[in-house]
């Protein structure tokens, strides 16, 4: 079965820390990206990424960044965590939009962080 | 980005087929319309899309409008199991992959 695993369910990190979190799918999928997910605020974009060692701000990329060295690895980095990046953050992956049909996005069953 | 719009919550009978609406007005020719659905505590999972021929797969049926700005999801025999949350997007179409924004989605409960 397809899949995009990401390596912590639940995290706790102290403010200031630097935090990584790691999303690697076995799909050979083009494209992946970082969501965060708030109460009350939906699923937001942080980053995407259409080609290894390419990447692209989303919606709210400020106090994160991004790393992807290979294709089936991406990296969310959070450099100096901070008690508002508390969160549920989810990883997904999908085939470029050029290849139809295209059916939809992979998402991984998410790590929730807390920063203290 | 054509934008969604759909009521924030529902309930349906277990057994009972789930019309769940999305209106979206600003839809452009060559967007799709995606539909997603949020299990408690999991992350989002593919249901199905569509550009304007109505779709069918194992999981539900898509319905769109002639003029496509609206649509409805329909899950034929709604389970315990489908309680979730339901999001209706349009997929922005570029070059690099094409973006899924998410809207605030509706709120399913399938009660027994």
């Known amino acids: 079965d397809v899949k995009v695993t990401q390596s912590s369910r639940y995290l706790v990190k102290r403010t200031g820390e630097k935090v990584f979190l790691e999303c690697v799918q076995d799909?050979?999928?083009?494209?992946m990206f970082w969501y965060r997910q708030d109460p009350g605020l939906g699923l937001r974009l942080i980053y995407f990424s259409y080609d290894v060692k390419m990447k692209e701000k989303g919606d709210i990329p400020e106090g994160y960044s991004v790393s992807r060295e290979k294709k089936e690895r991406f990296s969310l980095i959070l450099e100096s965590a901070s008690t508002n990046q508390t969160s549920m953050y989810l990883c997904?992956?999908?085939?470029?939009?050029?290849?139809?049909?295209?059916?939809?996005?992979?998402f991984g069953s998410g790590t929730r962080l807390t920063v203290v | 980005d054509a934008k969604t719009t759909q009521p924030p919550s529902m309930d349906c009978a277990e057994g009972r087929a789930a019309n769940l609406p999305c209106n979206h007005s600003t839809i452009s020719g060559n967007e799709y319309v995606y539909w997603y659905r949020q299990i408690h505590s999991q992350g989002p999972q593919y249901i199905i899309h569509?550009?304007?021929n109505n779709e069918t797969n194992e999981m539900a049926s898509l319905i769109i409008t002639e003029d496509r700005k609206s649509s409805t999801l329909i899950l034929p025999h709604a389970t315990l199991r489908d309680t979730a949350v339901y999001y209706c997007?349009?997929?922005?179409?570029?070059?690099?992959?094409?973006?899924?924004?998410f809207g605030q989605g509706t709120e399913l409960s399938v009660k027994p």
């Open positions: 997904a992956s999908s085939l470029v939009l050029s290849v139809l049909p295209n059916y939809g996005y992979t």
């Open positions: 997007i349009v997929r922005v179409a570029d070059n690099q992959g094409g973006k899924l924004i």
């Open positions: 799909m050979d999928h083009e494209n």
């Open positions: 569509g550009l304007k």
